[in-house]
């Protein structure tokens, strides 16, 4: 891309200058004539560069030219800094010396302060493959097939046009064209058969994300949820915004916010047993009491099928 190889022709030379024209062209792997064209379109963006002939000739950068003076605050240089490191520790910025080059650029220090991990406990080396064949597929507009295991363990064969990652809910998700069912369709990273994935040749024309999946969360599905807990439980300060807890006088905890009701979402409310009692919505704390019963019902089933000793 133009736009980087700009970038990279700026970094070279605040390393160095001059340089040879044959130099950068062989570096940036384009002809002589490309970096000429490449000088005019930085030169008339206002970098101070500009080639000449010659004995000690070749393409210049003006002596203590600082790109953040000409373009960017501190504030935006943090920023892209941030961004740019957030992209290399997901995985969608292959280059991992990128934010500290950017950062020797602006001159600035500390550019590699923030570690994210996306992958779960004991991921296997499979995952991140996946993770990279769906952005290959994404960014380079190709087909990408796999078998895909459904929440009832059923197993389809799947070709689709990826066209979004997402993460939600502590997962990543794909959200892409199936070709099978000719519609959009949202499909687990987790659920795919890493084994089976192959990204293919044919590559596809983009199409433009319907409404519903432009939007990462949907007014129409999320709940008014209120909770209270028992004193004590360490759980509620971990788990939910400080403006969320209100501390009742009785030493019990009401916790109040607005989310999507997925069946992940109320399995994770239900993993806080009987420290936690559901004031609002109606249809959560119904849900809550049935699961109750049927915890208890099969606990006094297998009681009763169990021999007395």
Known sequence: MQSQRLFEIV??????SPRPAGELAARLEVSERTVRRDVEALSAAGVPVFMTRGKGGGVHLMEGYVLDRSLMTDAEQDEILAALS??????????ASLPERVARLFRREGADWLDIDFSFWGAPAAYRRAFDLVKRGILERRLLSFEYRDAADRTSQRTVEPARLLYKDRSWYVRAWCRERGDWRTFKVIRMVWETMELKDETFDPRPLPPDLVENYSARNRAHVVLAFEPGDPRVREEFSP??????????????????????????LLSFGAGMTVEEPDELREWMRDQALAILKASEEKEARTPAL
């Open 86 to 95: 957030a992209l290399r520790q997901t995985g969608a910025a292959d280059d």
């Open 11 to 16: 970094y070279l030379l605040m390393e160095r």
């Open 243 to 268: 403006d969320a807890i209100e501390a009742l006088p009785d030493g019990r905890f009401r916790v109040t916010f607005d989310t999507e009701l997925t069946d992940r979402a109320r399995h994770h």
